[in-house]
Structure formats: C-alpha cells, structure tokens
C-alpha cells in the first residue's frame, strides 16, 4: 500500500454541496433566477472573496449570501442568510460516500477530513451522516482556508505522516487539488460535477465518483 493516509475535502467531495447549497438557499430565500450550476459557480466566486481572511465559517456562509442580494434579484434578510449558514450539516452526502470511507478503512488507510468550515458544523455532518473517519482539521482550527496550505501542514504535524505517505481526495481544483501539487502531496480529482481541470493541475487519479476512484487505487 503506497500511500497510509486518505485526505479529504468534505463539501463537494463527500457531501454534495451543489445540492444542498440550491435547495437550502431557495428554501432560505424562495425562488431566484438561477438554475443549479449557474447557482452553484455564482456561490462558489461570492464565497472566495468572503474567505480571503479569516472568520468563522457560519460567518462567511452569510456574508456571501448576503453580498449576492442584487445578482440574484432578491433581498435577503439577515435572518434567512443565518438560516442558510446553520444548514450545512443538512446537505446530502453522496450515494457512495460512506461505502468508500467504510472500505478504505477496512483497508488499513486512516481517513481524515480536512474542511473550510467550523468544528460543529464538520461534527453534526459526521454525525448525521454516519461517515467513519479517523479525525479532521477544520479551517477554525488553523484559522485559515484552503488554499493556503494550513490544513495539511495542521495534519501533519497532528499525525506526524509524511507528504509522500497522503493521498487527498477531492473535488475542488482551486481550494484542493493544486494547494496540495504545490506543496508536494499527490491528489485525487473526484470530478463530481463534469468540469474542465485546466492545465495546471496533474492529480495523480482523475475519476467521476469515489467508487470510480477505490477502483483507480486497487489496481495502482
């Protein structure tokens, strides 16, 4: 076995994000003049420019739904934005998350999140969805988001596990998959929502699923 430790994002990789971000925001909101991947790249570009420094993630989740009042046509009261904030842990998870999770541990991996959120809201989605893994290191842990490197740097330091030993696992190409390129981690792109990679990133496993990608590491 190559690699001991399997890292991974959480929202977008484990937990369909796409999904819950839409449906949770119209529920907040009501109706908005946006289809689902339209919604989804309109949230993710808000959210970027909320993260460039540091608070807790409840508080950027607000923000950017409130900075997006006049793009998607609606006002939005402080206390729907809160409300949206405090849905996190309700997003769905994939259908073959925990089968993934479950499998790799039986295969002697430790399984760990790193995630761009607070521990609570990373603890009730663990809890509610029954995903077994090792540990985490959450942005309000480090006090950073990714892509700043701290979330790896935190997880190993907290493991002690070499850079050659991890294999992160992930959907973003910007927060995750070139983050860890850079500092010398091999990835895997979990390309969940059909999008292009660009010519910069070179994850080592490119798959569509989790089940796609345990198939990609039995054979390696």
Known sequence: ?????????????????????ESELRAAIGPVRMDGGELLNAYVNAEKVQESAYAKYR????????????????????????RFADSVPRWPVFSDTKAFLRQMGSKGYK????????????EETIRRNGLEVDGF??????????????????????TGA???????V????????????EIGIESAWVNRYN?????????????DS???????IEKA
């Open 1 to 21: 076995m190559r690699f001991r430790y399997l890292t991974f994002d959480c929202y977008g990789t484990l937990i369909d994000w796409k999904t819950g971000i």
């Open 59 to 82: 508080e950027v989740i607000r923000r950017t739904l409130l900075s997006m009042s006049d793009l998607l046509g609606v006002p939005i009261p402080d206390a729907a934005a809160r």
């Open 111 to 122: 399984r760990y999140i790193l995630s761009n959120i607070d521990n609570d809201l990373l």
């Open 137 to 158: 290191v959450t942005a309000e842990q480090v006090g950073t988001y990714k892509p700043m490197p701290g979330h790896w740097v935190r997880f190993m330091q907290k």
């Open 162 to 168: 070499r850079r050659d030993e991890i294999l992160h």
């Open 170 to 181: 992930a959907q973003s190409v910007y927060h995750d998959i070139i983050p860890a390129q």
């Open 195 to 207: 999008e292009a990679i660009g010519v910069v990133a070179a994850p080592l496993f490119v798959s």
């Open 210 to 216: 989790l089940a796609h990608l345990q198939e990609l």
